[in-house]
């Protein structure tokens, strides 16, 4: 995925297809490759998929937070021109993605979430960074899927080489600090914009009471379960993910 990667300016992005933009956002720990499964099927299902690089530790300290990186996903969307988008993201880029939401409503077509950060305090990496201990992040790093084969050797080395890096440890810090700062509990309720939430049932990070939650605070939005599924469900599940996604943009004429 890497290798397909477009530069322009000062932004970074996978793109494929024709059609409507599905605009997706990454987590913290969560690289471009996470979405092979979506950037597989919906480019060959009439859609444009676009992987949006986050700037995650580019950011100076003080502008490394949520709302910054909705502002910088704004900005790329006006550059490129893309309008009624679908906006999808994973943890704290479900994060980004609803409070791009919130904060530029006009651009966005429809929002989905998954394993999203926004409600839950301790969905931001909350005793992550315990640096130098190889087998403790690889523990937290398989917690996350429900099948902890998942968690490959790279997956693990990734994570453990972003917490022993002391400027992108410090930038992870800032960023899960402003996660807990922008809690949308009471922004969700005025946000029209229709929503797919799917989740995986055995969610450690944002369990499954999280989901509930957001479908109830949210006053358009469908909730989708996948079992024997954790944190992320479009690795883990992803044609049964790809499925839910398409039945539900299909059912809603987008």
Same mark, same amino acid.
């Given at each position: 995925? %890497? ?13 494929? !297809?024709?059609? @409507? ?9 969560? !690289?471009?490759?996470?979405?092979? !499964? ?9 859609? *444009? ?6 700037? /995650?530790?580019? &950011? ?10 909705? %502002?910088?996903?704004?900005?790329? /969307?006006? &550059? ?8 999808? !993201? ?28 926004? &409600? ?47 400027? *992108? ?11 807990? @700062? ?33 479908? @109830? ?7 989708? +379960? ?18 839910? &996604?398409? %039945? +539900?943009?299909?059912? @809603?004429?987008?």
């Amino acid at each position: 995925m %890497k290798n397909n990667l477009r530069e322009d300016g000062k932004f970074s992005y996978v793109e494929e !297809g024709e059609g @409507r933009p599905i605009i997706i956002l990454h987590g913290l720990m969560g !690289g471009l490759s996470n979405f092979e !499964g979506v950037m597989d099927f919906f480019p060959k299902n009439g859609y *444009k998929v676009v992987i949006l690089e986050l700037p /995650l530790y580019d &950011l100076s300290l003080l502008k490394t937070s949520v709302a910054n990186f909705a %502002k910088y996903l704004r900005e790329f /969307l006006e &550059l490129k021109g893309y309008k009624d988008v679908i906006l999808l !993201g994973n943890s704290l880029g479900g994060h980004i993605a609803l409070l791009g939401t919130k904060m530029y409503p006009e651009l966005v077509k429809a929002l989905v979430i998954t394993g999203s950060s926004g &409600l839950y305090e301790s969905a931001m990496g909350e005793s992550y960074p315990k640096r130098g201990d190889y087998e403790y992040i690889r523990k937290k790093a398989e917690n996350v899927f429900y099948d902890p084969k998942i968690a490959t050797k790279e997956i693990v080395d990734d994570v453990f080489e972003t917490v022993n890096d002391r400027n *992108k440890l410090i930038k992870t810090l800032a960023i899960a600090k402003s996660a807990i @700062r922008h809690n949308m509990s009471k922004d969700l309720p005025k946000m029209h914009t229709p929503t797919c939430i799917i989740w995986g049932r055995n969610d450690n990070v944002t369990p499954p009471e999280v989901a509930e939650d957001f479908y @109830r605070l949210l006053p358009d939005a469908d909730l989708y +379960w996948i079992e024997k599924c954790g944190h992320a469900a479009m690795m883990e599940h992803p044609d049964a993910f790809n499925e839910i &996604l398409y %039945k +539900w943009l299909t059912a @809603r004429n987008l």
